[in-house]
Structure formats: structure tokens, C-alpha cells
């Protein structure tokens, strides 16, 4: 009987670029809309305010998330066409690299040889790129879909507290923002764990108390100055 598992590896590059752009348009945007309903400004001030913050998180998040994982990939490429030239310029000492390394693993000595042997036979890179340099199909640096992944749900996140901005009248303002971007930020951290199959509370928790701290504080600046927008 063939037994199917399923892992959830493969979604760790677009899952943690989408997470962290959803909670950072929520926590930012909300933060933005605190801080400056906080100063006393009009409900036109803090929409425009809120609108520009969503403009420019998503195209900075676009851009952090395609450089740094940019340079991850170039980093990848590197190692790889260093260990490329080492196997053309000295295969027997790659070989005996490879075989070293199963051996530390667990395989004995003749074991180990002869997997690095059919290993090396079949795709000599990949094995050396996977078992020495830790890079993987699965787990490579992929920044365009990283930047967009980041930038549309950042998007996504940020319209949250802008609806409530629409919704809810300006003297409500404060405690219906906190409010409401707590549970998106709690639920946002339920689905993620659910993709990634961790515990659903703890990352709720987690992401809602971090949440809570970032708003907190930007309402008490935005509270201290008091400078009307």
C-alpha cells in the first residue's frame, strides 16, 4: 500500500514572505492611523495619511523582500559554480567530500562511498549543493516571487484598518482600529500556522501581542506631541 505524506516545506518561501507582508501592512497601517488620530487630526487626514503609508509599504516591501532575497540567490549562485569548478578541477576530492559527509551522518565507510559514488554519477552538483551546502529545490531564494508575495499581501493587510477608518466615525476611531487589527492580526496568525502546520494559539498570540505593543506605542507618540496633521 503506497503511503502519501504530506509536508509543508515547499511553502516556506512564498508562506513567510506572505505572512510577513500581511502583518506588516496591518501593524504598520493601523500604527500610522493610531499615531495620527491620536495628534487629533480630521478623519480626511488620517485616511490620506493611511492611504500614503499603504502606497509606500507595499513598494518598500517589494523591493526589500527582491534585493535580500536577491542576494540569497546570488550567494546560492556563487557556492554553486564554486563547487562546479572544483568538481571539474579535482573530482577525487569532492568525491571523497561526499563521501566524508555521509559518513558523519551514520552510513559506514563502504556505504557511505558507494552512495556518494551513484550520487556523484547521477548529478554530481546537486548532491554536492544539497548535502554541503545546505541549498535545496525546495528551499532556493526565489525573489520575484518573495517581492510580490510581500507587496500584495502588505497590500492586503493594510486595507484592513483603512475600512474601519471608512466605517467608523472619528471619535470611535482609536478602539475600533485597535480592536479590529488585533483579530485580523490574530487570524492572520492562525491561517499562517494552519499552512504551515504549527500551532494555530501560539502564533496567534504571538503575532497579536507584537501587534498590540507596535500600535501602543506609536498612539502614545502620536498622544505626547499632539500635533494636529
Request: proline share 2%; aromatic share 6%.
Amino acid at each position: 500500500m503506497r503511503h502519501i505524506e504530506r509536508h509543508r516545506t515547499h511553502r516556506i518561501g512564498w508562506l513567510r514572505a506572505a505572512v510577513l507582508g500581511a502583518n506588516d501592512g496591518i501593524v504598520s497601517t493601523a500604527s500610522l492611523v493610531l499615531g495620527v488620530a491620536a495628534a487629533g487630526a480630521e478623519a480626511k487626514s488620517i485616511l490620506v495619511a493611511g492611504i500614503a503609508g499603504l502606497v509606500a509599504g507595499a513598494m518598500s516591501m517589494a523591493a526589500g523582500e527582491y534585493v535580500s532575497v536577491s542576494s540569497q540567490a546570488d550567494t546560492e549562485r556563487a557556492d554553486l559554480d564554486r563547487e562546479r569548478k572544483e568538481l571539474q578541477t579535482d573530482p577525487a576530492n569532492e568525491l571523497a567530500e561526499l563521501t566524508a559527509i555521509y559518513v558523519a551522518r551514520g552510513l559506514d565507510p563502504a556505504l557511505a562511498a558507494s552512495v556518494a559514488a551513484q550520487l556523484t554519477a547521477h548529478d554530481a552538483l546537486g548532491a554536492h549543493g544539497r548535502d554541503e551546502l545546505g541549498i535545496s529545490e525546495v528551499l532556493n531564494a526565489r525573489p520575484v516571487q518573495a517581492a510580490l508575495a510581500s507587496a500584495a499581501t502588505f497590500a492586503v493587510g493594510a486595507v484592513l484598518p483603512l475600512l474601519i477608518v471608512f466605517l467608523v466615525p472619528t471619535s470611535a476611531l482609536l478602539w475600533a482600529v485597535s480592536g479590529c487589527s488585533l483579530f485580523f492580526l490574530a487570524f492572520l496568525g492562525a491561517v499562517a500556522a494552519r499552512a504551515g502546520g504549527a500551532s494555530m494559539l501560539q502564533a496567534a498570540a504571538r503575532v497579536a501581542f507584537w501587534g498590540a505593543l507596535a500600535m501602543a506605542l506609536t498612539a502614545g507618540v502620536g498622544a505626547i506631541f499632539g500635533v494636529a496633521v
